[in-house]
């Protein structure tokens, strides 16, 4: 049998102010990366910092327990300068599935984490920059539904803006009305 290898990386374009033109000012990738991590499974971009996941990164010998990456551009150029992983890791929680940064706030959703024994029903993981800078770190708060059940996928996107966070459910299941 024949597997293929799936190594992804990310662009960051810059858009000029005419939409219809756009060129790659840099290739990201992690400074760990591995085939079969999915970096580049979500991003998002704020100012001079970018957050990458890697939903499917090996983490510490965990299977897909996940991750992501914060890179900063100072002087056009962009570096790597976090790693965030959850303390609690465990294999196929897929942590770094969605990501959001604002400030110096980040959040990463990972849909299959099991809280309280809740077969995937989610969860989001806040992280606060320290003061000397983002640095390798796990979370500063974790987020679960507080009505959690099996298959809700809490943390299957999620969004940060300054000191607020929303974090999608798309499989719960509010009143037994199937993924309303």
Do not use: C
């Not at 290898?5 to 060129?23: H, Y």
């Not at 609690?88 to 110096?104: L, M, P």
């Amino acid at each position: 049998m024949q597997f293929k290898t799936l190594v992804l990386t990310v662009f960051i374009l810059i858009l000029a102010v005419s939409i219809a033109s756009a060129e790659i000012e840099v290739k990201l990738t992690a400074s760990d990366g591995a085939a079969g991590d999915y970096f580049g499974r979500s991003v998002h971009v704020d100012g001079d910092f970018a957050i990458v996941g890697a939903d499917r990164d090996d983490v510490d010998g965990t299977n897909d327990a996940g991750s992501a990456y914060i890179f900063q551009r100072s002087g056009g150029a962009w570096t790597q300068v976090a790693k965030l992983t959850a303390a609690d890791k465990t294999q196929a929680d897929y942590f770094g599935v969605s990501v959001s940064i604002s400030g110096d706030n980040a959040i990463v959703g990972s849909h299959y984490e099991d809280p309280d024994g809740r077969s995937n029903a989610g969860s989001a993981y806040i992280f606060v920059k320290p003061g000397g800078g983002w640095a390798d770190m796990t979370e500063t708060a974790k987020l679960t539904a507080s009505d959690k059940r099996n298959g809700d996928l809490f943390g299957a996107s999620v969004s940060i803006s300054d000191d607020n966070a929303i974090v999608g459910a798309y499989n719960e299941d509010p009143g037994d009305t199937y993924n309303a």
